[in-house]
């Protein structure tokens, strides 16, 4: 049974700082999605990685991925309160659409 | 009315009745998804359809009966339901292509909650 896990689940920071939430995966996968919810609201697209070494960065937020290693890593960069949510990253490791997301990582940043 | 859509946004339902939920894309994508989120467990895909045909998630219990009359909507039909199926309902939609990654939107989401 494929299984994404994120790490950590929750995460309460100081504003300014910097941190990676890390997203394993238990099989082959050369499509990883990283998406952001914020409370009562829908999911938004941050990052589409489609290739061993994908880097994406949009503003404070940086994803990576490594297929071999089975890892994606989503950075922040000097955190900022606006950031604060949860954050998914989710495989599709047969390339049908089948989605598999991991369960999230709730991220509050402290003004 | 832009991106995807759905009604209603929130559903209160005994567990005899009978009601749907209604998705509507305006993106001209050609793939569309229902998902169930609950508190503390991960998103769960329930069914997908794709150039209007479904593939059902075996797991799903028939309670839930999607249908797909066009491209642009998605229906989740709702009957019988049991307390534990009270959970946020998302819609999504992507366009499926060769070479091309099939990023999904989704809608606001249906708060249900079965009494």
């Known amino acids: 049974e494929l299984k994404v896990e994120q790490n950590p689940l929750f995460l309460s920071m100081q504003e300014g700082k910097n941190y990676t939430i890390y997203c394993n995966y238990s099989?082959?996968?050369?499509?990883l999605y990283w998406y952001r919810q914020d409370p009562g609201k829908s999911l938004e697209s941050l990052f589409v990685?489609?290739?061993?070494?994908a880097v994406k960065q949009e503003g404070r937020l940086m994803a990576s991925l490594d297929t071999k290693a089975r890892l994606s890593t989503l950075h922040i960069t000097a955190a900022v309160h606006d950031l604060s949510a949860t954050y998914f990253c989710?495989?599709?490791?047969?390339?049908?659409?089948?989605?598999?997301f991991g369960k999230g990582t709730r991220l509050h940043i402290l003004p | 009315e832009t991106g995807v859509t759905q009604t209603p946004r929130h559903l209160v339902m005994g567990m005899t009745n009978k009601k749907s939920l209604k998705c509507e894309q305006h993106?001209?994508?050609?793939?569309m998804y229902w998902y169930k989120q609950s508190a503390k467990k991960p998103l769960e895909l329930m069914f997908v359809?794709?150039?209007?045909?479904?593939?059902e998630n075996n797991s799903v219990p028939s309670r839930f009966s999607p249908e797909c009359p066009n491209s642009s909507h998605l229906f989740l039909h709702l009957h019988t339901l049991q307390p534990e199926d009270s959970a946020l309902y998302l819609c999504?939609?992507?366009?499926?292509?060769?070479?091309?990654?099939?990023?999904?939107?989704f809608g606001p989401g249906t708060r249900l909650t079965v009494t």
């Open positions: 999504a939609s992507s366009q499926d292509e060769t070479g091309v990654s099939p990023e999904q939107y």
């Open positions: 099989t082959t996968s050369d499509r």
């Open positions: 990685l489609l290739s061993n070494g």
């Open positions: 989710a495989v599709d490791p047969n390339r049908d659409d089948k989605i598999i």
């Open positions: 993106l001209g994508h050609n793939a």
């Open positions: 359809y794709n150039f209007k045909e479904q593939t």
